[in-house]
């Protein structure tokens, strides 16, 4: 969801032009001027000798065709788009001007004196072994040393995170069979490359770890294996979409060797996933599940069946580039998976005037034109009318705190979680529901990421499990997961707030309370506990930003609350920022309860994290990897990001400036400059293929999430 919120941290981007060309319209210059002079008296005979001539070259004949006037005009027209595009130019040229010069008036954050670090841009040409990896923030800029080599120094490796045909995997779980692009099954699911290694000096994470959560720590990604496979290395003539033309290609052919080019012209996606199901529904329990193959075979576990949910809205733009993201995302989460996944798209219909509930052909027609054809079947419309009908309310003004958005309840501003929730009652099938953005990317296997994330959140006990999940995590100050913990610990105890142990109680909302799910109070007293609650207990919510408490945060919309007693305090409430997530069945069941029955809203970043600390749901921070591109001094960013003294001074309200550095918030700046290096754009005036030959080649990155990405490009 594209919300302009806040000051937006962009990049000065130049005036890049490929090339303008005048195009004078063709004439027919066949025709021949007659041999007879006007001036030749009428009915004059002519007696004069003909006199043979000798012929004029073709180019002086055709040039005579072009009137005076015509010149005038051509060099006319000429001047006036020279004119336009120097002063469009110069006007580019003065406003950058002025923004540079305002921005060394106002005064500079205390992050922009750090010194960058620029170890995220070394090359294939440069890739090291983990083992005999550095991290840049190890070591002083007159240290760094990187041996750059004449081609890269490593193959690429097939990666395979889901290890189907293992005996481990087999001993617990039923065969997979392999799903296909076609309905002819002569196309297999496209597998993708990277390199067992990572460049020399590359930056560790500041937050997060990818030992801690199961991702693989030594490989890294680059454009030809990542995309190659989707499209992005061959021209559309053979089905690709032709973008590596202009790439840096060391490394790429043997890269190139590993795969098939597949003509993804004509794709049904829709229909690719659910032959993908229907071969493997005996895998799955709940709505999807079937019978094993054999009544002679043990039964074996059970898979959940997980949607992932992409929101979408009518005019929305899908670049080629967005194209080779999405087919990566249904390639690897539903098909290599056999059907654990469905890849949807939730699109809003923006025009309140459209009845898509009224006619199927108004239905068809506004999809058909907002969608690509190849994604069709996976599409879903809803609208704001829909969820007035579903929905109806009364949502009264005088149960809301604050309504900082000033707009209407039922906008998607406000209210992006009743699409997901209606979407969730029409599909029982599903166990979790991933709710995504179309402004993220991620460079690594979205499989592996996905996966390990939520069997890792499932593994986490639920003592102390708020107060980990609000603070940050920074391995280079903290040390391991199992310290951070004892920190968190430490610190709680030692604080006046009592932790928060199963549902929270608080006085009566103004329209009641639902009774809490089976299996949210806790089985035995806090301190009785020795983390052991919640192990292996599926995760209901996962998020990629800290839980805040609003009361001790800035936050702009910390107090649309809507349907709880105003003469009361506001009940007790989290927030995450940035809407991407998973959520559970169970969760969005409640939600959807407490929408219709109890007629209880917040704002989006709030609703499912408050829901869930009302009702005792399992809710989990997920420590993603996440860089900083400057060298942060580890106890200003500890004290930035977990020992707030006033609420204006959260890095998640009051503070966001503080994370435009980063690879991952809403307002950032530096997830978006790196991720159009990755494709090998120029940005800010770095960065391109001019720099990657000279320097160590392409960059390679490791799985890494980046938001917003509000644009992209390809030179």
Same mark, same amino acid.
């Given at each position: 969801?594209?919300? *302009?919120?806040?000051? &937006?941290?962009?990049?000065?981007?130049?005036?890049?032009?490929?090339?303008?060309?005048?195009?004078?319209?063709?004439?027919?210059?066949?025709?021949?001027?007659?041999?007879?002079?006007?001036?030749?008296?009428?009915?004059?005979?002519?007696?004069?000798?003909? /006199? &043979?001539?000798?012929?004029?070259?073709?180019?002086?004949? $055709?040039?005579?065709?072009?009137?005076?006037?015509?010149?005038?005009?051509?060099?006319?027209?000429?001047?006036?788009?020279?004119?336009?595009?120097?002063?469009?130019?110069?006007?580019?040229?003065?406003?950058?001007?002025?923004?540079?010069?305002?921005?060394?008036?106002?005064?500079?954050?205390? #992050?922009?004196?750090?010194?960058?670090?620029?170890?995220?841009? $070394?090359? =294939?040409?440069?890739?090291?072994?983990?083992?005999?990896?550095?991290?840049?923030?190890?070591?002083?800029?007159?240290?760094?040393? /990187?041996?750059?080599?004449?081609?890269?120094?490593?193959?690429? =490796? @097939?990666?395979?995170?889901?290890?189907?045909?293992?005996?481990?995997?087999?001993?617990? $779980?039923?065969?997979?069979?392999?799903?296909?692009? !076609?309905?002819?099954?002569?196309?297999?699911?496209?597998?993708?490359?990277?390199?067992?290694?990572?460049?020399?000096?590359?930056?560790?994470?500041?937050?997060?770890?990818?030992?801690?959560?199961?991702? /693989?720590?030594?490989?890294?990604?680059?454009?030809?294996?990542?995309?190659?496979?989707?499209?992005?290395?061959?021209?559309?003539?053979?089905?690709? @979409?032709?973008?590596?033309?202009?790439?840096?290609?060391?490394?790429?052919?043997?890269?190139?060797?590993? %795969?098939?080019?597949?003509?993804?012209?004509?794709?049904?996606?829709?229909?690719?996933?659910?032959?993908?199901?229907?071969?493997?529904?005996?895998?799955?329990?709940?709505?999807?599940?079937?019978?094993?193959?054999?009544?002679?075979?043990?039964?074996?576990?059970?898979?959940?069946?997980?949607?992932?949910?992409?929101?979408?809205?009518?005019?929305?733009?899908?670049?080629?580039?967005?194209?080779?993201?999405? &087919?990566?995302?249904?390639?690897?989460?539903?098909?290599?998976?056999?059907?654990?996944?469905?890849?949807?798209?939730?699109?809003?219909?923006? !025009?309140?005037?459209?009845?898509?509930?009224?006619?199927?052909?108004?239905?068809?027609?506004?999809?058909?034109?907002?969608?690509?054809?190849?994604?069709?079947?996976?599409?879903?419309?809803? *609208?704001?009318?829909?969820?007035?009908?579903?929905?109806?309310?009364?949502?009264?003004?005088?149960?809301?705190?604050?309504?900082?958005?000033?707009?209407?309840?039922?906008?998607?501003?406000?209210?992006?979680?009743?699409?997901?929730?209606?979407?969730?009652?029409?599909?029982?099938?599903?166990?979790?529901?991933?709710?995504?953005?179309?402004?993220?990317?991620?460079?690594?296997?979205?499989?592996?990421?996905?996966?390990?994330?939520?069997?890792?959140?499932?593994?986490?006990?639920?003592?102390?499990?708020?107060?980990?999940?609000?603070?940050?995590?920074?391995? !280079?100050?903290?040390?391991?997961?199992?310290?951070?913990?004892?920190?968190?610990?430490?610190?709680?105890?030692?604080?006046?707030?009592?932790?928060?142990?199963?549902?929270?109680?608080?006085?009566?909302?103004?329209?009641?309370?639902?009774?809490?799910?089976?299996?949210?109070?806790?089985?035995?007293?806090?301190?009785?506990?020795?983390?052991? #609650?919640?192990?292996?207990?599926?995760?209901?919510?996962?998020? %990629?930003?800290?839980?805040?408490?609003?009361?001790?945060?800035?936050?702009?919309?910390?107090?649309?609350?809507?349907?709880?007693?105003?003469?009361?305090?506001?009940?007790?409430?989290?927030?995450?920022?940035?809407?991407?997530?998973?959520?559970?069945?169970?969760?969005?069941?409640?939600?959807?309860?407490?929408?219709?029955?109890?007629?209880?809203?917040?704002?989006?970043?709030?609703?499912?994290?408050?829901?869930?600390?009302?009702?005792?749901?399992?809710?989990?921070?997920?420590?993603?990897?996440?860089?900083?591109?400057?060298?942060?001094?580890?106890?200003?960013?500890?004290? /930035?990001? $977990?020992?707030?003294?006033?609420?204006?001074?959260?890095?998640?309200?009051?503070?966001?400036?503080?994370?435009?550095?980063?690879?991952?918030?809403?307002?950032?700046?530096?997830?978006?400059?790196?991720?159009?290096?990755?494709?090998?754009?120029?940005?800010?005036?770095?960065?391109?293929?001019?720099?990657?030959?000279?320097?160590?080649?392409?960059?390679?990155?490791?799985?890494?999430?980046?938001?917003?990405?509000? %644009?992209?490009?390809?030179?």
């Amino acid at each position: 969801m594209d919300k *302009s919120r806040f000051l &937006r941290f962009s990049s000065v981007l130049p005036l890049r032009t490929k090339g303008l060309y005048h195009q004078v319209p063709s004439h027919d210059l066949s025709a021949q001027a007659t041999p007879y002079s006007d001036a030749t008296p009428f009915g004059s005979p002519i007696l004069t000798p003909v /006199t &043979r001539r000798t012929p004029k070259p073709r180019w002086s004949k $055709n040039f005579r065709r072009f009137s005076v006037r015509r010149i005038v005009t051509v060099c006319v027209a000429i001047a006036l788009l020279a004119t336009l595009v120097l002063g469009g130019y110069q006007r580019r040229q003065r406003r950058l001007e002025e923004e540079a010069a305002r921005d060394r008036e106002r005064p500079k954050h205390h #992050w922009e004196f750090y010194e960058t670090l620029d170890g995220f841009y $070394n090359g =294939v040409r440069s890739l090291v072994k983990l083992s005999d990896w550095t991290p840049e923030q190890s070591q002083q800029r007159s240290e760094l040393n /990187t041996t750059v080599h004449h081609d890269v120094p490593m193959e690429p =490796v @097939l990666v395979d995170p889901y290890h189907f045909g293992s005996e481990k995997f087999l001993e617990d $779980n039923y065969p997979v069979s392999p799903c296909f692009i !076609d309905e002819d099954e002569k196309i297999p699911a496209p597998d993708v490359f990277a390199y067992p290694g990572i460049p020399a000096n590359m930056p560790a994470p500041h937050f997060g770890s990818y030992n801690n959560l199961g991702i /693989t720590p030594d490989m890294c990604w680059e454009r030809f294996g990542r995309l190659g496979p989707y499209g992005y290395s061959y021209p559309k003539e053979e089905g690709g @979409l032709g973008f590596s033309v202009n790439s840096e290609r060391a490394g790429a052919d043997k890269i190139l060797a590993k %795969f098939d080019k597949i003509d993804w012209r004509n794709m049904n996606w829709d229909r690719a996933q659910k032959r993908c199901f229907e071969k493997n529904k005996h895998r799955f329990g709940g709505g999807g599940g079937g019978a094993s193959p054999s009544s002679d075979e043990p039964p074996k576990k059970k898979v959940p069946r997980t949607a992932f949910v992409l929101r979408t809205w009518t005019g929305y733009e899908y670049d080629d580039i967005h194209l080779l993201s999405l &087919r990566a995302m249904i390639n690897e989460l539903a098909l290599k998976s056999g059907g654990e996944y469905d890849i949807h798209l939730l699109v809003h219909v923006k !025009d309140e005037s459209i009845p898509i509930w009224a006619s199927e052909e108004v239905y068809q027609d506004t999809l058909r034109k907002n969608v690509p054809a190849e994604f069709w079947g996976m599409a879903t419309l809803w *609208s704001v009318p829909l969820m007035r009908l579903y929905y109806p309310g009364p949502f009264l003004k005088e149960d809301n705190y604050q309504n900082m958005a000033g707009s209407d309840i039922y906008g998607v501003y406000r209210s992006a979680h009743f699409a997901l929730q209606w979407f969730s009652q029409q599909h029982p099938e599903y166990d979790f529901f991933w709710n995504w953005e179309m402004d993220v990317r991620f460079t690594g296997h979205h499989y592996e990421f996905h996966n390990q994330v939520a069997q890792w959140a499932d593994m986490q006990p639920r003592k102390l499990l708020w107060e980990r999940s609000q603070r940050v995590w920074i391995p !280079d100050l903290h040390g391991s997961w199992e310290n951070f913990s004892q920190l968190v610990e430490k610190e709680t105890l030692a604080g006046k707030e009592a932790p928060i142990w199963g549902p929270v109680d608080f006085p009566t909302a103004s329209h009641g309370m639902l009774p809490h799910p089976n299996g949210t109070k806790p089985p035995r007293s806090f301190e009785d506990d020795n983390y052991e #609650w919640g192990v292996g207990e599926p995760a209901d919510l996962i998020v %990629f930003d800290p839980f805040v408490d609003p009361d001790k945060s800035a936050w702009v919309f910390r107090l649309d609350v809507t349907g709880y007693n105003t003469t009361l305090a506001p009940p007790p409430r989290r927030y995450a920022i940035i809407t991407i997530g998973r959520l559970s069945k169970r969760l969005l069941n409640v939600m959807h309860d407490e929408t219709y029955k109890m007629r209880h809203t917040m704002f989006p970043e709030m609703f499912p994290a408050s829901v869930a600390l009302h009702h005792g749901l399992k809710a989990v921070y997920a420590p993603h990897p996440v860089h900083f591109d400057r060298r942060w001094p580890l106890d200003v960013l500890d004290r /930035t990001y $977990n020992h707030v003294e006033t609420p204006n001074d959260s890095p998640f309200g009051g503070q966001e400036h503080n994370n435009q550095g980063g690879s991952f918030y809403y307002n950032s700046g530096f997830s978006g400059a790196m991720w159009r290096r990755w494709l090998g754009a120029v940005d800010n005036n770095e960065g391109g293929r001019q720099f990657e030959e000279k320097n160590s080649g392409r960059m390679c990155l490791r799985g890494l999430l980046y938001h917003p990405i509000k %644009f992209e490009r390809v030179d």
